[in-house]
T-cell receptor
């Protein structure tokens, strides 16, 4: 079965640079969620979108923004990167708002 | 969503059943019990969820007590590939759509 696709899988950036992470949900899934997992930590919710509208917001820094496009894929834009932004970033999708979330393999971001 | 409590770690012999407990004494009536697992920095993998009744799928069984204050995830025949951190979550999918991950249980399947 098709799963959530995330790209790139690995990304290395310098401090103060920008990064864009992409998420392609499972076909027919209309809701996307973003999570951040720092080293040795548990995943933390950042933001979610349903039908291209922001539906819920967690501990997402102001330097980050995200959107969902007409084909339901989503992009997480991260600016003025800091060392502390080094983490795994997971995208999840669900068929419908508030339904079971299925996670992608993640993007590992390293900020030097 | 209700706070859940799980043991920090557990060991299980390969081929035996792994029984992972979870306490969720403050769970409300519309909150489901969800289980996910994370195998070494991979994306969290959905296992199973339930509201009141016991549930079974190809991966595991979920036993929920009648008062819904606790539950047990059962992996019937644990393999080495089941070594992972298992997260028990409560989630209503109403009002807040974020999964709140606690510390989880580190399950080690021993050969």
């Amino acid at each position: 079965a098709a799963g959530v696709i995330q790209s790139p899988r690995h990304l290395i950036k310098e401090k103060r640079e920008t990064a864009t992470l992409k998420c392609y949900p499972i076909p027919r899934h209309d809701t996307v969620y973003w999570y951040q997992q720092g080293p040795g930590q548990d995943p933390q919710f950042l933001i979610s979108f349903y039908e291209k509208m922001q539906s819920d917001k967690g501990s997402i820094p102001d330097r980050f923004s995200a959107q969902q496009f007409s084909d339901y894929h989503s992009e997480l834009n991260m600016s003025s990167l800091e060392l502390g932004d080094s983490a795994l970033y997971f995208c999840a999708s669900s068929l419908g708002f508030g339904e079971t979330q299925y996670f992608g393999p993640g993007t590992r971001l390293l900020v030097l | 969503d209700a706070k859940t409590t799980q043991p920090t770690s557990m060991d299980c012999a390969e081929g035996r059943a792994a029984n992972l407990p979870c306490n969720h004494s403050t769970i409300s009536g519309n909150e489901y019990v969800y289980w996910y697992r994370q195998i070494h920095s991979q994306g969290p993998q959905y296992i199973i969820h339930g509201l009141k009744n016991n549930e079974t799928n190809e991966m595991a069984s979920l036993i929920i007590t009648e008062d819904r204050k606790s539950s047990t995830l059962i992996l019937p025949h644990a393999t080495l590939r089941d070594t992972a951190v298992y997260y028990c979550l409560s989630y209503s999918g109403a009002g807040s759509y974020q999964l709140t991950f606690g510390k989880g249980t580190k399950l080690s399947v021993i050969p």
